[in-house]
T-cell receptor, first 113, second 114 residues
Framework: EAGVAQSPRYKIIEKRQSVAFWCNPI?????LYWYQQILGQGPKLLIQ????????DSQLPKDRFSAERLKGVDSTLKIQPAKLEDSAVYLC???????????FGEGSWLTVV | GESVGLHLPTLSVQEGDNSIINCAYS??????FIWYKQESGKGPQFIID?????DKRQGQRVTVLLNKTVKHLSLQIAATQPGDSAVYFC?????????????FGKGTTLSVSS
């Protein structure tokens, strides 16, 4: 079974530029999450989708971050404009929903210089 | 806000020893707990989970113990191997939040020497 796919794996941008990350969840998984993991810390939730609807985006910095899952399958996370403190790994995860196991992708590593 | 924490940032063991990684949580509304293993450059990998109606759950070489009285979670790894070297995170899922997302602690780095 294919896992959660993410791209790009690595990205270096200058501050104030924009960047977009793509995620394709495990087939059949209705729930999709985006997490931010700063070096040395545990992942922190940015947004949770159930199919194409937002369940929880309370921790998403909406002035610069946006995410969508228009057709309820793959998802895009965008940052515009980027700040130095956005340097982190952006992890996508998915599950069947409810309290089922959440599986993570390998992450997209962002460096803002 | 409330979050999951870990008692020790690092743990060093010899190959073949048993490892115990501890975690304290503070949200009494949490009813689902998971342990993840994260190797360098990779995403978190599911190890084992436990629900609040259980005290103990066993997997292959791993056991998770849950003590709801003192809000404590532990991961026991039997016969630790060099391949077990990684950062281990415990995560909780509070029943009183909007979604089903996990709240992670800071992690314990396990180093296994042969």
């Amino acid at each position: 079974e294919a896992g959660v796919a993410q791209s790009p794996r690595y990205k270096i941008i200058e501050k104030r530029q924009s960047v977009a990350f793509w995620c394709n969840p495990i087939s059949g998984h209705a729930t999709l999450y985006w997490y931010q993991q700063i070096l040395g810390q545990g992942p922190k939730l940015l947004i949770q989708f159930q199919n194409n609807g937002v369940v929880d985006d309370s921790q998403l910095p909406k002035d610069r971050f946006s995410a969508e899952r228009l057709k309820g399958v793959d998802s895009t996370l965008k940052i515009q404009p980027a700040k130095l403190e956005d340097s982190a790994v952006y992890l996508c995860a998915s599950s069947f929903g409810g309290r089922n196991t959440i599986y993570f992708g390998e992450g997209s590593w962002l460096t803002v210089v | 806000g409330e979050s999951v924490g870990l008692h020790l940032p690092t743990l060093s063991v010899q190959e073949g020893d048993n490892s115990i990684i501890n975690c304290a949580y503070s949200n009494s509304a949490s009813d689902y707990f998971i342990w993840y293993k994260q190797e360098s450059g990779k995403g978190p990998q599911f190890i084992i989970d436990i629900r609040s109606n259980m005290d103990k759950r066993q997997g292959q070489r791993v056991t998770v113990l849950l003590n709801k009285t003192v809000k404590h979670l532990s991961l026991q790894i039997a016969a630790t191997q060099p391949g077990d070297s990684a950062v281990y995170f415990c995560a909780e899922s509070p029943a009183n939040q909007a979604g089903t997302a996990l709240i992670f602690g800071k992690g314990t780095t396990l180093s296994v020497s042969s």
